[in-house]
């Protein structure tokens, strides 16, 4: 099969699967040797195995545009194109953190824009931490909750053109969408009164403004305590340095008054000699 897409494969959005990652892109992948030993005749059925090693996710760093292995299993399941079953799998995989990131971003790719939310938004209430490579080559952490909201939002990531999506407001307007009910949303729900139904939009509006400031405050807290913990350390460090040097300037006098110290014998007796040999 090459680099071609498989023969049976839909076309997204009029085009070539594959087209939706840029050409120089395409092009850096396929010379990749991630590509050419990892990813042949690589299957549906077997891409899990390969999803499961992930360890970062990532479009590609460095001059020489080198691609990260989570862009070219992107490429590949748009080459091969997976049932749907398959990828609603690989979301709701709990255990494996980068097997979901995967499956998020096959689907806000290929999904039409009413499967986008559908399938993605659950994934607002998972926190956990995701390590991402950007184009410099260095690592940053983000979370799993951050990079679904990037992928509904943002028009690029992981250096890949996003497909437009519709807005939600507009699918909930048609009928499309039921209105967003966050984890939040549902414990204060339970805390409710039973005439709770004749809340009125604006107060369903500021719970969910609630929700989005406290997953913001909950993310900063951890981004705190991580700065928090770097500056103690760097701060152990300088400590320890001081210490050292202190221990070394401490030293130097002491040698520098015992030489003193061994000195004045000697000039008082060159000095009685010096007299001596006067008389």
Not at 181 to 194: G, R, V, Y
């Amino acid at each position: 099969m090459a680099n071609r897409t498989v023969k049976d494969a839909k076309s997204i959005r009029g085009t070539n699967p594959q087209y939706l990652i840029e050409k120089i892109i395409r092009s850096r992948i396929y010379d990749s040797k991630y590509w050419k030993e990892e990813c042949f005749a690589l299957t549906a059925e077997l891409m899990v195995d390969k999803a499961m090693e992930l360890r970062y996710i990532g479009g590609v760093h460095g001059g020489f545009i080198y691609p990260t292995p989570f862009l070219c299993l992107v490429l590949k399941m748009l080459q091969i194109q997976p049932e749907k079953d398959i990828v609603v799998e690989f979301i709701k995989n709990e255990e494996f953190k980068y097997v979901r990131a995967l499956g998020a971003f096959y689907m806000r790719l290929t999904g039409s824009s009413v499967d986008c939310y559908k399938y993605l938004e659950p994934l607002y209430n998972d926190n956990r931490k995701l390590r991402r490579q950007n184009r410099e080559g260095q690592f940053e952490i983000v979370h799993v909750d951050e990079f679904i909201d990037e992928l509904l939002r943002e028009e690029r990531l992981c250096d890949v053109i996003l497909p437009r999506i519709q807005k939600r407001p507009i699918l909930e307007e048609n009928n499309e969408l039921e209105p967003k009910i966050s984890a939040l949303d549902d414990d204060l729900d339970e805390d409710m009164p039973s005439d709770d139904e004749n809340v009125d939009v604006e107060v369903k509006e500021n719970k969910r403004e609630k929700d989005r400031r406290d997953r913001d405050r909950k993310r900063d807290r951890s981004r705190e305590r991580e700065r928090r913990e770097k500056d103690r350390k760097r701060e152990r460090s300088r400590s320890r340095d001081r210490d050292r040097r202190r221990e070394e300037n401490r030293r130097e006098r002491e040698l520098v008054e015992f030489i003193e110290v061994f000195k004045e014998p000697q000039k008082l007796w060159t000095l009685s000699r010096l007299s001596e040999g006067h008389h």
